[in-house]
């Protein structure tokens, strides 16, 4: 049977330029290529991709809603700084609205589910082994989106991206340390699915409880005098 070609992946042609745009500058804050702190110029980014001013001034908008860029009248555009605060509500935000998922997905899920989800953990246990960093953290996307999917709750993921954008960053700053917890998360991503296939929605709420918290590992890294530079002096 010939794939669907709504099944088939984009091909970065075909990705609006506002959505390629905002991607590509977000990649820069997230990987911390633009330091906190930077100021930005619409001109000088627009030219440097290669597009007119409006795409990325509607990406600075969208940028500033999600906390990593301030727009301050009169003075301009700046990566937003790393603080505490905003880390803490990500953590907070995203682990609500994935226990949510995970439990609606323990009710819905079917065997092909299991099997598909049981796959993607395979495949970052070899990316592990391998030490690919990359594409054990796709994967990790994969993963999670592959239980909003089960669940029929896309907007779900939409949210998180939006609310994770901080925490992002200090996941960045922590694996520069060479500090990573993948064999840990596999075994998260486990429990996880051993929940699901028991149909037990408290166990695989409880077990995405457990994943994503992450409060006293990210303030012990922001606390890092390393990370200090890079924190407003808010942060606690």
């Given at each position: 049977?010939?794939?669907?070609?709504?099944?088939?992946p984009?091909?970065?042609?075909d990705?609006?330029v506002?959505q390629?745009?905002?991607?590509q500058?977000?990649e820069s804050?997230?990987?911390?290529?633009?330091?906190?702190?930077?100021?930005?110029?619409?001109k000088?980014?627009a030219?440097?991709?290669?597009?007119s001013?409006?795409p990325v001034?509607?990406?600075f908008?969208?940028?500033?809603?999600?906390?990593?860029?301030?727009?301050?009248p009169?003075?301009?555009?700046?990566?937003?700084?790393?603080?505490?605060?905003?880390?803490?509500?990500?953590?907070?935000?995203r682990?609500?609205?994935?226990?949510a998922?995970?439990?609606?997905?323990?009710?819905?899920?079917?065997?092909?589910?299991?099997?598909?989800?049981?796959?993607?953990?395979?495949?970052?246990?070899?990316?592990?082994?391998?030490?690919?960093?990359?594409?054990?953290f796709?994967?990790?996307?994969?993963?999670?989106?592959a239980?909003?999917?089960?669940?029929?709750?896309?907007?779900?993921?939409?949210?998180?991206?939006?609310?994770?954008?901080?925490?992002?960053?200090?996941?960045r700053?922590?694996?520069?340390?060479?500090?990573n917890?993948?064999?840990?998360?596999?075994?998260?991503?486990?429990?996880?699915?051993?929940?699901?296939e028991?149909?037990d929605?408290?166990?695989?709420?409880?077990?995405?409880?457990?994943?994503?918290?992450?409060?006293?590992?990210?303030?012990?890294?922001?606390?890092?005098?390393?990370?200090?530079?890079?924190?407003?002096?808010?942060?606690?």
């Open positions: 049977m010939s794939k669907n070609v709504s099944d088939a984009l091909r970065p042609s990705i609006p506002s390629r745009v905002y991607e500058i977000r804050i997230i990987s911390l290529e633009w330091k906190p702190g930077t100021k930005l110029s619409e000088d980014v030219s440097e991709i290669g597009v001013k409006t001034r509607e990406a908008i969208r940028l500033s809603e999600e906390g990593l860029i301030e727009i301050r009169k003075s301009g555009s700046y990566v937003s700084e790393i603080s505490f605060e905003k880390v803490y509500e990500g953590l907070m935000l682990r609500a609205i994935e226990m998922v995970a439990a609606e997905a323990a009710n819905r899920r079917t065997t092909l589910d299991l099997v598909n989800l049981q796959q993607l953990v395979e495949r970052q246990v070899e990316a592990a082994s391998a030490r690919d960093g990359v594409a054990f796709e994967l990790d996307r994969d993963f999670h989106q239980l909003a999917n089960i669940a029929a709750m896309p907007s779900a993921i939409r949210l998180v991206h939006m609310v994770r954008g901080a925490v992002s960053r200090v996941q700053l922590r694996i520069s340390r060479g500090e917890r993948h064999m840990q998360v596999i075994e998260e991503h486990r429990a996880i699915v051993a929940a699901m028991s149909r929605a408290s166990a695989a709420s409880a077990a995405m409880d457990a994943h994503l918290n992450c409060v006293e590992m990210f303030a012990k890294i922001i606390r890092s005098p390393e990370v200090q530079e890079h924190v407003t002096p808010k942060a606690s």
